[in-house]
């Protein structure tokens, strides 16, 4: 079974986004902490209050969502949701959040970004085995794992077809900074990789994948850039999944091993990724802690849990 998703606020027939079933937030987190996606992935931890940017782009990318969804030939069931009520039940609790993504909503059309895209699929999720990956000799016994990606935007430009992810950004400055491919590539280049190789196995011609920047506070800013994807490291992709899929394995094995509160010391930790590019890690507090019994008391206040990986 594969272990539940987490990430952007929203998952849910009526609203659009949420996190992918398997995806690359869930590999990229068991790569870099063991205790980290077992808390969030194997036992079901969520944060209760998750800081302000994410809401925030959880809204802005409901608002990119409706503006394309409008568009698409098969109009996605959650566009019978008033994007207003989506923006409300996205964003319950942070006010500032869903005034700033009204806001946004209506400087978007104003945007018509990339120009002359024709939506395909909006929000589409997109799932195969490793096996159809990688193969089933390199896939080896992970061959019918399943792992999925969900695509912000798949779309044709000047007849081509492109994956576009939405990403909101804070500037250091006043406006968007230039485009950095190597940087680039260091900050979403994992993202990209994977979500590329899953929607290339069901869109042909896929030209290649696009980032949307998108300033979060006003006056609001957009520019689309293409990620160059280096050849060498997308040949490698389905080894990093291959391996990040034998670790969930792993750690889900010692889970069922483990009983009561002892689980969650489950995993090693690895204190050099506490601190990421979006700050502290939402454990920190539970991993400082000694005493299993006060981790719990911390978890109990601050997260909700949901079913665990074979629970559920
Ligand atoms: S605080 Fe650090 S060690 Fe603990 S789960 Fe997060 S990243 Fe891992």
Known sequence: MSPPGTGKA???????????EHGSSCLATVLRC?????????LGYRIKYPPAYLVHGSLYHAVCAYWHGAKVSKPPDWLATPLGAALDE?????????????????FYPSFDAPRGCEPVMVEQEFGATLAEIAGREQAGD??????TCRADLVCRINGRTWLLDHKTV???GEHLQSWNDARAFATWGFL???????????????AGFLVQRIKRSQPFEIDVNPLLIPVGAMQDYPRIMIEAVRRERQILAELKLEAGTERRLASAPNFTACDGRYGLCEYVAVCQ?????????????????????GEG
């Open 192 to 206: 990209a990789m994977h979500n590329f190789r899953l929607v290339s196995l069901f869109v042909e011609d896929l």
């Open 142 to 147: 992970v061959a019918d794992e399943r792992v």
């Open 34 to 42: 063991g205790r980290k996606w077992t808390l969030t992935y194997g």
């Open 289 to 309: 802690t000694p005493r299993i019994e006060d981790r719990a008391l911390i978890l109990a206040a601050e997260f909700n849990q949901f079913p665990p990986v």
């Open 170 to 172: 804070e500037p250091r």
């Open 10 to 20: 929203g998952a849910s027939a009526s609203i659009p986004g949420g996190p992918s």
């Open 90 to 106: 996205i964003g319950a609790g942070y006010p500032e959040q869903i005034r700033a993504a009204k806001d946004f909503a209506k």
